[in-house]
């Protein structure tokens, strides 16, 4: 099999291959970091999902308890 370069990523990644052996690598001056861009890292970001969604649960099951507590009152008082 003749030499084959493959690049995707703006030349991070090439592919070699040669006979049956295919060789690759990554170009780690190419690669930029999630700190140097100034992204959270995705467990922050899905740790912070977890926090409102926690949150929205709690406010709603007050809210439940709340009008179950003031229809219970509302059906004593008609007793």
Same mark, same amino acid.
């Given at each position: @099999? /003749?030499? !084959? #370069?493959?690049?995707c990523?703006?030349?991070l *990644?090439?592919?070699k $291959? #040669? +006979? =049956?052996?295919?060789? @690759?690598?990554?170009d &780690?001056? &190419?690669?930029?970091?999630?700190? %140097?861009l100034? =992204? /959270? $890292? /995705? @467990?922050?970001? $899905?740790?912070?999902? #977890?926090?409102?969604?926690?949150?929205?649960?709690?406010?709603? !099951? &007050? &809210?439940? *308890? #709340? =009008? +179950?507590?003031?229809n219970?009152?509302?059906? %004593?008082?008609?007793?």
């Open positions: @099999m /003749p030499f !084959a #370069a493959h690049f990523n703006r030349t *990644v090439s592919l $291959a #040669a +006979g =049956e052996n295919i060789e @690759m690598s990554i &780690k001056n &190419k690669i930029t970091t999630q700190d %140097e100034g =992204e /959270p $890292a /995705p @467990m922050d970001q $899905a740790d912070e999902r #977890a926090d409102a969604e926690m949150k929205r649960l709690e406010d709603q !099951a &007050k &809210k439940d *308890v #709340a =009008e +179950g507590l003031r219970q009152d509302t059906g %004593e008082q008609d007793e």
